[in-house]
Structure formats: C-alpha cells, structure tokens
C-alpha cells in the first residue's frame, strides 16, 4: 500500500498493491464506465429510486463522477478555496475536529472516502455509490468502511497525527 500524491500538498490517494491505479483515479475510471455503472444499476434494482429508470440513473452517476472531479480540481488550483468545502465527516455527529477523521465527499449517489490528515489536507481512501442513506450495511459499501478503518489503523501504525509527521512519513517512503 503506498501514498500518491495527486495535488501538492493537499490532495494524496491510496494506491493498494493489488490495483493498478490509485484510489481516486480508480473510481474516477469506473464511474464512468457505462457498462460497469449499468450492471451496478441492475444488480441493486433494489435500492434505486423506484421511478428512476436504469439509464437516467447510469447518465446521472456518470454528470455526477464529472461534476466531483471538476470540483476537486477547482479547489485544489484554487489558492481561495480548500478540501473542507467538499469533504465533510463521515460521522454527520462529529462536531469537533478528530485526529485521523474519517471522511465522506459526494455528490448524489456517489461517495468518496478520505482521511483528514489536517487542515486542507486529505488522503483519498476509496468510494462507493449508495443509493440511500441505509445502504451502509450494502457488501461494496462494507468493503470501502473496512477500508477506510484499515488505512487509519496503517497511518497511525505509522505514527501519523498531522501534517508535519504525514510529510515525514512521505519523505521516509521515498
């Protein structure tokens, strides 16, 4: 598992040794594959909007999946804006700043998972597509939990609190 820098100093992603790609680039690439979000589409029928047909909802996952790589790139070339904007608590209870945080980012039904490292600074760990709120118990939106807590537990093995001993621990991997 290593750490890749997607934007200076305030956007990473996780690149798990398994994959090809890193996290965000990975998701970005299957969320705008038509043929993976129909299937998707389909085989959980069950949780999708009623009234929503197959095609309308695979043509908004795909606006949506452009409309958060957009967003990320406008914060991030943007020196006014920062990540807070779209990264949010995973825990809608968090009312206080935790070291670690565990983070969501979305746009409709689609969800980015992230680690907060400090201010403006996030580590992008996977994502998931939830069609309603009570679909955390879904086997892929299980999987990308198990994740999440998985790269916490890797980073605080690591010895990783805040920015200062995140960068140190780059530099140490280089």
């Given at each position: 598992m290593n750490i890749i820098s997607i934007f200076a100093d305030q956007l990473f992603a996780f690149h798990y040794d398994h994959e090809t790609?890193?996290?965000?680039?990975?998701l970005l690439a299957l969320w705008t594959d038509t043929a993976y979000l129909y299937q998707f589409v389909k085989q959980n029928r069950a949780d999708t909007p009623q009234k929503v047909s197959i095609s309308t909802l695979v043509n908004q996952l795909l606006d949506n999946a452009n409309e958060i790589d957009d967003a990320i790139n406008e914060i991030t070339t943007n020196p006014e804006r920062c990540l807070e904007e779209f990264f949010k608590p995973l825990n809608d209870h968090e009312l206080h700043i935790i070291e670690l945080?565990?983070?969501?980012g979305r746009k409709n039904y689609l969800r980015l998972y992230a680690i907060r490292i400090d201010k403006n600074c996030?580590?992008?760990?996977?994502?998931t597509i939830k069609f309603h709120y009570k679909n955390k118990d879904r086997p892929h939106t299980q999987i990308e939990m198990l994740k999440i807590e998985r790269c916490r537990d890797f980073l605080k093995g690591n010895n990783v609190f805040d920015a200062d001993s995140f960068f140190e621990f780059l530099n140490e991997q280089l």
């Open positions: 790609h890193n996290e965000l680039h990975r945080s565990r983070q969501k996030f580590v992008i760990t996977g994502g």
